[in-house]
């Protein structure tokens, strides 16, 4: 990512999450300048035809910070990645956004081999992230009242699909449990799927 690639990365954002996903949690375009600054590899486009059909943001932090499996916004520093520690053991990814026409042609799996080859280059011990779960308010529309730590692993055994946390196990990454409270997310029940990759 470059800084004239920001304003396309950011109005891609509101084609890519609309409503009921909080347009508060897009990033701003001062949050991405400064990721460009503090982290310049560790942050992705995709580019077809000359526009960008996808981004992809990456910070590093800390063992201590990841092995405390805290909220969003505590273990990355929120949108400006204050804590972002280039001495640090673990890529964490902040975001993926991928144009909804160019979904399911690869490029989210491009996405993670950028990221695993990145966790290689800097000889980090692993990529961690927490996800998304933005089918689990639908499931329980449909099947009734259950937790989204037992919808997570109804997803992971491969008796439910969800549309973010399906494709990100077929990526390698192994699910680690729910953080409850990781972002504001109603789709998701404000939770996120704790997933690592190790190298």
């Not at 929120?78 to 144009?99: E, K, M, Q, S």
């Not at 927490?130 to 997570?152: M, N, Q």
């Not at 409270?181 to 997933?195: K, T």
């Amino acid at each position: 990512m470059q800084p004239a690639d920001v304003q396309q990365v950011v109005s891609l954002q509101v084609l890519a999450f609309p409503p009921p996903f909080s347009e508060d949690l897009h990033w701003d375009p001062e949050h991405l300048h400064h990721h460009v600054e503090t982290f310049a590899e560790g942050q992705f486009v995709a580019v077809c035809d000359g526009s960008i059909v996808g981004s992809c943001s990456n910070t590093i932090i800390s063992e201590d910070r990841w092995l405390a499996h805290l909220n969003w916004a505590q273990t990355v520093g929120g949108p400006f990645i204050r804590f972002h520690d280039l001495g640090g053991t673990t890529l964490y990814g902040l975001d993926i956004t991928v144009h909804p026409a160019y979904r399911r042609q690869g490029v989210g799996g491009a996405f993670y081999q950028a990221r695993y080859e990145l966790v290689r280059k800097r000889n980090l011990v692993r990529y961690g992230t927490g996800c998304r779960l933005p089918d689990y308010k639908t499931f329980v529309e449909a099947h009734g009242d259950i937790s989204v730590s037992d919808y997570a692993c109804l997803v992971v055994d491969g008796k439910a699909v969800d549309r973010t946390l399906t494709p990100l196990l077929r990526y390698g990454l192994t699910y680690k449990g729910i953080v409850e409270n990781y972002m504001e997310d109603q789709e998701s029940g404000n939770a996120g799927a704790l997933l690592e990759w190790l190298r």
